[in-house]
């Protein structure tokens, strides 16, 4: 009989519902009397139907949109839920990644309704014919899991003699695959040449995949494997993991090393030991809502392994440390327990290397913080208290050895970093350290006007009168400070503005004044202090004053029936004023409102700017200028222009008087095609007056994997980079 279309519904199994809708040119149908000369359409009993063999273009779809499979010819058996199908096309959607699997198979049998085995088989995401990356194997077997509560439903994949496939050429072979279909055994590959390195090829892979077992619940491991030839082979592990209660981190890499180290800046480093690498572990566990734990754990082979072979961690990751920390936090107070010993004898961070060349080992600290308590209704009550068992673990490295200039702390590239330091004073035995804040605030309202006064007491205590580091100090410090804010809020709304140039549709204009007087005193100066933690020992005094006012500027943009409001213009400025007494410790001047005992001293004017000239230009700025000086301590100014939807500009430039830099750097990103996007971004030094740095990339968009090539030189590094890298969108 046919054509004809079949509507198939098992409801005799309810807890396996099953809807299956067949069409075919021909077919015949099976049933208990024998098969049918012809069927006149209508409903049939699903218990007389034995089974169906079709031919032409069958589709068999199941439950509307779990499967669908295209094939020349099928025979299903309803009664056993089985199929047989031939140079068949399976899809299928994966709910847990949110995309289509297609399944492409020479005999594709149906063994159970969610489960399929496959010969001669490859699986994609790619509805092509020949797709870009695939999942070739000798045989396979699909099962479609429901998941639970814990897991979601996924799509399982067991292959034997697997390879990986690009437009039908393989390139990579395994014999056993098993996993679910995002755990494609390559996550990446990035070719690359470096002056330094030499060529270098870089890989990531899924270790489960990989040796053809199936993930525990919530692990992951994710294999690393890298070669260079002038460097040398570098393997490691990622692993992550985690449930409700606990998750955590593991980062093993070690290498091989007979190269030389180019740092971040352009030093060249001999590496004392050829094997290198670094263990880097983090865990968390939620014992309830008020109480956690966490666990880090550090250990880097040598000084200068961070700063060269991971320059963006070098330069912005937390603090390296081996610790364990337990919180407990409610409402508005937390108390706390830090334990923190360092394995390593050098600083891996470049703002701490920049700064105070140590890190601070805390065996252990105790604090209980508790702020905001409301006293009668008419103050609020904060409060810090802290035991601290604590001491320095100084850079026992020279300046070469790190890979940095020794003129960045006023040493030979040769002296030893922790010499200078002890030479200043510094202690290196464990101290004792009790310190207790408190703070006192009266919020008062006047009408639109808003005063808070406030007092700071502060009373800390050390074991070490600190003697060495100058002969005013004391085992004890006492700090009090009074101060007082004040701000209002006023505006002024103009209906009659209209400008097309501009984008403005009435306009609100909102002054926000502001006004900041404090004074603080301290027995002990902070120069004369250890520093183990800036917030405790970095207390400045005197007396400062601030005058600020911020300018909002808002319109309405979009139009009749879409209008909005936006705010498109802001300036914040203000003058800060000092006291001829203040202790002035940094070359570029802060204020902090709220701590104003932790602000960077020193008169200076500051100014913040953001101009929103239209949904696709906008420009900001920032700038400090030292009365002191008399020159701008720092600034920045930025705009951003989408030109069209697939064309975007932006350009900074940056000016630090401290580290004479004066840096232009401009950025486009134009995407040619659905498929090809480009970037250039070169930067400027115009106190060199020369290329500082550039760096070009094109993106290969392909429905399995994206192919990135970039290039990039680093004058500071002389460094030439050129590579590739092939980021594969998980099955």
Known sequence: IGPLMVDYLADDRVDRWLRLTLTAQRGVIFTDPGPLDEFAGGSMSARSIRGMYLEGNVIARANVDDYMIRSPRVYYDFRRAEAIMLDSVMRTYSRDLDVLIYARATEMRQIAENQWEARRAQVSTSEFFKPHIAIGSDRMTITERPGNADEPPSTHIDARGLTLRTQDVPFFYWPRFAGTIGDMPLRSI??????????????????????????????????????????????????????????????AYGMYDEGTDRTSTGQRVEPANEFRGVVLWEHQTRFNPDWTAQFQGS??????????????????????????????????????????????????????????????????????????????????????????????????????????????????????????????????????????????????????????????????????????????????????????????????????????????????????????AWYGHSTIAQGDLPIFDEEVESVGDGTVLQVGVRNTFQTQRGGPGR?????????????????????????????????????????????????????????????????????IARGSVGAALRHSPVLSTYLEYRYIEASRNELLEISWNYRMTPKYSVMLRPQWDLREDEFRAVTARVIRTFPDFDLILQARYDRIRDDFTLGATVGLVQF
């Open 563 to 631: 209008w909005r409001s936006v705010d498109f213009f802001m300036l914040d400025t203000a003058v800060v004023l000092h006291s001829s007494n203040v202790d002035r410790q940094s070359p570029t001047p802060q204020f902090f409102d709220a701590r104003p005992e932790h602000s960077q001293f020193g008169d200076h004017f500051k100014t913040s700017m953001m101009w929103l000239l239209s949904d696709t230009f906008s420009i900001v700025g920032q700038g400090t200028y030292d009365f002191d000086e008399s020159h």
């Open 190 to 251: 990035t070719g690359s040449t470096r002056d330094e390195d030499g060529l270098g090829v870089l890989t990531t892979w899924n270790l489960f995949a990989l040796l053809g077992v199936e993930p525990p619940p919530d692990v992951d491991i994710a294999w690393r494997l890298d070669g260079f030839t002038k460097r040398g082979v570098g393997t490691g592990v990622e692993v992550t993991y985690g449930d409700r209660r606990n998750e955590g981190a593991l980062d």
């Open 299 to 516: 250990l880097i082979s040598d000084e200068s392994f961070i700063s060269a072979w991971r320059e963006d961690d070098f330069r912005e990751r937390r603090e390296y440390e081996t610790s364990a920390y337990l919180k407990g936090q409610s409402d508005n107070s937390a108390f706390t327990i830090l334990a923190k010993h360092e394995l390593n004898d050098f600083v891996s961070n470049d703002y701490l290397l920049a700064s105070r060349q140590y890190q601070v080992d805390k065996l252990p600290e105790i604090t209980y913080r508790r702020y905001g308590d409301s006293l009668a209704d008419v103050m609020t009550y904060s409060m810090e208290n802290r035991l601290s068992r604590a001491r320095l673990v100084m850079q026992r490295t020279t300046p070469r050895e790190a890979g940095v200039r020794g003129r960045a702390f006023g040493l030979d590239d040769d002296d030893r970093i922790d010499r200078a330091l002890r030479e200043l004073g510094l202690p290196r035995r464990y101290v004792n350290r009790a310190d207790s804040r408190h703070e006192l605030a009266v919020p008062l309202q006047f009408g639109p006007v808003k005063v808070v006064p406030f007092a700071v007491g502060r009373l800390t205590a050390y074991d070490d009168e600190f003697s060495d580091i100058s002969d005013q100090g004391d085992n004890f410090r006492l700090f009090g400070a009074v101060g007082m804010t004040v701000s209002t809020q006023f505006q002024r709304v103009n209906n009659a503005v209209e400008n097309r140039l501009f984008d403005l549709h009435r306009m609100r204009h909102i002054i926000e004044p502001r006004l900041t």
